[in-house]
């Protein structure tokens, strides 16, 4: 990660995020240790935005006129911040302290109740919010508080392929008693850093967010814009966001709301049969270029990876 960058203009990317954070991450992108990455959402946000970021100003050097003729960005989570940096909206160093101040609200709350995540194919007939309704009522009767009594979708791939997320006992209830309920096509516990990001666990992580960009906006008004160079799209939202208070909402919005990343790549790349897809880049996220080519193959035959 980061070895396509070395030599490149984009160094100067990672040089710059070092002096604002006091962190090499270009060192721990090449030498790690992968623990770092896999077992700290900051670190792993942090790297995933600078190294996003590396390699469109390096693709800006190599070919400008790609850059010029982008008429919209989008992303998950970090690469939607990302999108809002290209279109103008943020800068660079307000989107990098962003991403560092979300992801350590989000890692403190998360040490505060047990929590974890899976990954489930569905069968055609199972509804969703019955999987996670079963859950929470397991967590109830269990004797677990109401307010994190939690399970609930975390992010939506494809109309069958989802993650939940939630309170422990509702995972493991998940995985003792789902296969037999629900008859899963598939189950199977994220590792790494498993905790349930993007529920309603990660409410004061929300709160937090909130009161931290306000701040930021009373002492700086150009904090965040409209878009300028470009459309942006949210998996928050799953469209197009426009105006600076629907921006503030999502960026707001994120520890607690699902990601509709099937929403998302439908409503950027739903066509009729006889008009083109758009060339499109997708920056560094290998996962999100395979669940392209599984939702719609024809938007992915015109994409094209950019590796780090």
Same mark, same amino acid.
């Given at each position: 990660m980061g070895l396509n960058l070395l030599n490149s203009p984009a160094e100067d990317v990672f040089?710059?995020?070092?002096? #604002?954070?006091? *962190?090499? #991450?270009?060192?721990?992108?090449?030498?790690? %240790?992968?623990?770092?990455?896999?077992?700290?959402?900051?670190?792993?946000?942090l790297a995933a935005f600078v190294t996003s970021h590396a390699l469109v100003t390096k693709l800006s050097h190599e070919q400008k006129h790609? @850059?010029?003729? /982008? *008429? =919209?960005a989008g992303g998950i989570g970090v690469g939607f911040v990302n999108s809002l940096v290209f279109s103008g909206a943020m800068t660079f160093v307000d989107g990098l302290n962003l991403v560092q101040k979300r992801a350590q =609200?989000?890692?403190r709350i998360a040490k505060v109740v047990p929590s974890a995540r899976l990954f489930l194919r569905l069968r055609p007939a199972t509804r969703k919010h019955k999987v996670c309704a =079963?859950?929470?009522?397991? /967590?109830l009767k269990s004797g677990i508080p109401k307010e994190v009594?939690? /399970?609930?979708?975390?992010?939506? @791939?494809?109309?069958?392929?989802?993650?939940?997320?939630?309170?422990? !006992?509702?995972?493991?209830?998940l995985e003792s008693e789902g296969p037999r309920l629900f !008859?899963?096509? *598939? @189950?199977?516990?994220?590792?790494?850093? %498993?905790?349930a990001y993007n529920t309603e666990l990660m409410r004061p992580a929300q709160q937090y967010i909130h009161a931290y960009m306000n701040q930021n906006l009373k002492e700086n008004a150009n904090y965040l814009k409209d878009p300028s160079t470009c459309s942006v799209y949210s998996a928050t939202s799953g469209c197009r966001?426009?105006?600076? *208070?629907?921006?503030?909402?999502?960026? /707001?919005d994120f520890p607690v709301k699902p990601i509709l990343v099937e929403q998302l790549l439908d409503y950027l790349f739903k066509r009729g049969k006889g008009t083109a897809m758009p060339?499109? #880049?997708?920056?560094?996220?290998?996962?999100l270029f395979s669940t392209l080519a599984s939702v719609n193959e024809r938007a992915y035959r015109s994409a094209r990876l950019l590796r780090a």
């Open positions: 040089f710059q995020a070092e002096k #604002l954070l006091n *962190k090499n #991450l270009l060192q721990l992108c090449l030498e790690g %240790p992968r623990s770092d990455l896999r077992d700290s959402l900051e670190n792993r946000s790609t @850059i010029e003729l /982008c *008429k =919209a =609200a989000m890692e =079963a859950a929470v009522e397991h /967590c009594a939690v /399970c609930s979708v975390t992010k939506q @791939i494809s109309p069958h392929h989802i993650e939940v997320g939630g309170h422990e !006992e509702a995972i493991k209830y !008859e899963f096509y *598939k @189950i199977r516990r994220l590792e790494g850093d %498993p905790s966001l426009r105006l600076t *208070k629907t921006i503030l909402q999502d960026l /707001c060339n499109t #880049l997708v920056v560094w996220d290998k996962n």
